[in-house]
């Protein structure tokens, strides 16, 4: 690959992650599990949870649980590819 093709891919992939900032800057990125809670909540207003958690983690515990998951599932995606890779190789 050349440098110019690999500034343009740069710019596409910097733009693919301004693109929803720039248009949508006022935004309220939330979760599925907000999500789902409106839902039920609007479709049966008397609904009870009937679990709890048995732990509830700090913002910090959480978001270092999540970087690890995701660290951890590149790992595996990285090992995958690579060993594909090898593999074609031979």
Known sequence: MTAK???L?????????????ILNPAAQFG???DAASEVVTASNPDY????????APTKEIEATLFALQA????????YV???MHGRRDK
């Open 9 to 21: 891919l740069l710019g596409m992939a910097a733009l693919i992650v301004a693109a929803p900032l």
């Open 31 to 33: 979760g599925t599990d």
């Open 81 to 83: 590819l690579g060993r």
């Open 71 to 78: 660290a951890f599932g590149a790992g595996i995606l990285g």
């Open 48 to 55: 009870r949870k009937w679990t709890e958690p048995f732990w």
């Open 5 to 7: 093709s690999n500034a």
